[in-house]
Structure formats: C-alpha cells, structure tokens
Antibody
Framework: QVQLVESGGGVVQPGRSLRLSCAPS????????MHWVRQAPGKGLEWVAV????????YYADSVEGRFTISRDNSKNTLSLQMNSLRAEDTAVYYC???????????WGQGTLVTVSS | DIQMTQSPSSLSASVGDRVTITCRAS??????LAWFQQKPGKAPKSLIY???TLQSGVPSRFSGSGSGTDFTLTISSLQPEDFATYYCQQYNSYPITFGQGTRLDIK
C-alpha cells in the first residue's frame, strides 16, 4: 500500500538550516508530483511547495520562496525539503503528500515536527 | 493569491444529522477544489477532489458540489467517526491555498 514517511524534523535555532526527507513506498514514485504542506501548532494547513513528477517544475508559497528548496531523486525514491534561514514562524508539522490531479493530493505522510527556537 | 473562506468556522451536530460546510473562493477556480478531514494529532485525510469526486475508500455519505467560486461539502448522516476538522483547498493556481477549517463537534 502507499506509504509516505517523513524524517529530519527537530529543534533548530533561528537562522539555521534543516533538511527534511520523505520516503515513499507502494507506488512508482517517479510517476507522481509531490507536495510539502505544513501546519503550525493549533493552526490550519498551509501549502509549502510542489515538485512535478520529473522535477522539471517547482512552485513555492510566498512565505518560503527563496529560503526553501524542494527536490527529488527518482533513482533513490526520495523527496527532500531544504529549509534555510529558518524563522520562528516556520515552526510546524511538515507533511509530504502525493499529487494526483495537478494540485490535489491523495496520500499524506504522518508528518515531522520542526521547531525553530533559540 | 486566491483566498478560500469556509463557513461556518465551527459547527455542533448530532449523530445522524445532515451537515453542510461551505467554501467560497475569492475568484473563480472552475472545479479545482478538494476537501480534507483531519482529526486531532493525525495527518489530514483526502476526501474529495475535482469538487465532487470521492477519493477511493471514502464513504458515500460524503459528497461535494459546486463550481466557480462556491462549493459545499455535505455529510448526509453523521457518524461518530466524522467529528473532525474539515478543510477545503483550491488548486486552480499557485500558490495553492486552504480554507481556515471548519471544526465539527458533537452536540
């Protein structure tokens, strides 16, 4: 069955960097676009970024543009989110999700918590 | 950016009730609208995409409708496992945006 497992979360100081990973299984990873979505504590869902199935296109939320980079390695079945210049407002659970319809998603990972604090 | 506004923000209902949640887009999004359910401490679950297409495995008591700027999610007969927070999402254009959520509580 389809599974998405995020990792890489933790506590990091403001201004520092962190790299999240998402390990997919149960489907042909290279055939699907992938998203990152986050949720700050007690808040709603916020879309972060998307990468197309072949990595040819990437789009970002205004709040992370220029600081975050989404990437993928289809040969290694890995999705990543490089987060630089982290701010307190980046504190959230980060979910990866599989794209099914040019923007909508079907499967979600369980999430990984990123806490930005000094 | 396209703003998504859900109403109500919270709702109390009883098992067996029929419930409708509304989502309005700040501009037309055709049918590029999805609905998600989230329970406390859990990842979201995908319910509907393309405004009215149920994801695989989603019970038929869930239905979606609408096009353009106005959309609805209807649960025809609430079950105990349906008490959760619901989000709409537009994917007509980037950045993708979500509604603020509707919390559905037991009355």
């Amino acid at each position: 069955q389809v599974q998405l497992v995020e990792s890489g979360g933790g506590v990091v100081q403001p201004g520092r960097s962190l790299r999240l990973s998402c390990a997919p299984s149960g489907f042909t990873f290279g055939g699907y676009g992938m998203h990152w979505v986050r949720q700050a504590p007690g808040k709603g869902l916020e879309w972060v970024a998307v990468i197309w199935y072949d990595g040819s296109n990437k789009y970002y939320a205004d709040s992370v543009e220029g600081r975050f980079t989404i990437s993928r390695d289809n040969s290694k079945n890995t999705l990543s989110l490089q987060m630089n210049s982290l701010r307190a407002e980046d504190t959230a659970v980060y979910y990866c999700a599989r794209d099914i319809a040019s923007g909508s998603v079907d499967y979600w990972g369980q999430g990984t918590l990123v806490t930005v604090s000094s | 950016d396209i703003q998504m506004t859900q109403s109500p923000s919270s709702l109390s209902a009883s098992v067996g009730d029929r419930v409708t949640i509304t989502c309005r887009a700040s501009q037309g999004i055709s049918n590029y609208l999805a609905w998600f359910q989230q329970k406390p401490g859990k990842a979201p679950k995908s319910l509907i995409y393309a405004a009215s297409t149920l994801q695989s495995g989603v019970p038929s008591r869930f239905s979606g409708s609408g096009s353009g700027t106005d959309f609805t999610l209807t649960i025809s007969s609430l079950q105990p496992e349906d008490f959760a927070t619901y989000y709409c999402q537009q994917y007509n254009s980037y950045p993708i945006t979500f509604g603020q959520g509707t919390r559905l509580d037991i009355k």
